[in-house]
């Protein structure tokens, strides 16, 4: 079970530093740190609130045939920018619009379905 976090943490970080590189108007600092903090909070929010989160939206994702999880992973990254916000001040993450908002999550679900998909084989 340890090691399936491990993965976790590392595959949340990796999709992370891949959606902060596919859009340039995302920014962060705390290098190294930022990902190991960032993918640690990923990993306990989509360990814990995604679950529910999926259970209140159920009828949205129905009705949007799943797309609706992009705005649910927005959101979760909204909670990551609050957070590290609140909680380290060398560590941070700037998502500077909703519409950023939205399009990072969209592709946060894709890229870390793909690497999921690929890894925990």
């Not at 943490?9 to 190991?36: E, H, S, W």
């Not at 903090?37 to 999926?54: D, S, Y």
Request: charged share 10%; proline share 4%.
């Amino acid at each position: 079970m340890l090691k399936s976090i491990f993965i976790r943490l590392g595959l949340n970080a990796l999709t992370l530093y891949l959606v902060i590189y596919m859009m340039p108007d995302i920014r962060y600092t705390g290098g190294l740190k930022f990902f190991l903090v960032a993918g640690l909070i990923l990993t306990i929010l989509n360990m814990f609130l995604k679950p529910l989160l999926k259970i209140l939206a159920f009828p949205f994702l129905v009705v949007t045939a799943g797309l609706f999880m992009a705005f649910v992973n927005a959101f979760l990254l909204w909670i990551l920018t609050f957070m590290l916000h609140a909680t380290f001040p060398d560590v941070s993450l700037v998502i500077p619009t909703k519409g950023s908002y939205l399009i990072a999550g969209l592709l946060f679900g894709l890229l870390n379905w793909v690497l999921n998909t690929i890894f925990r084989k």
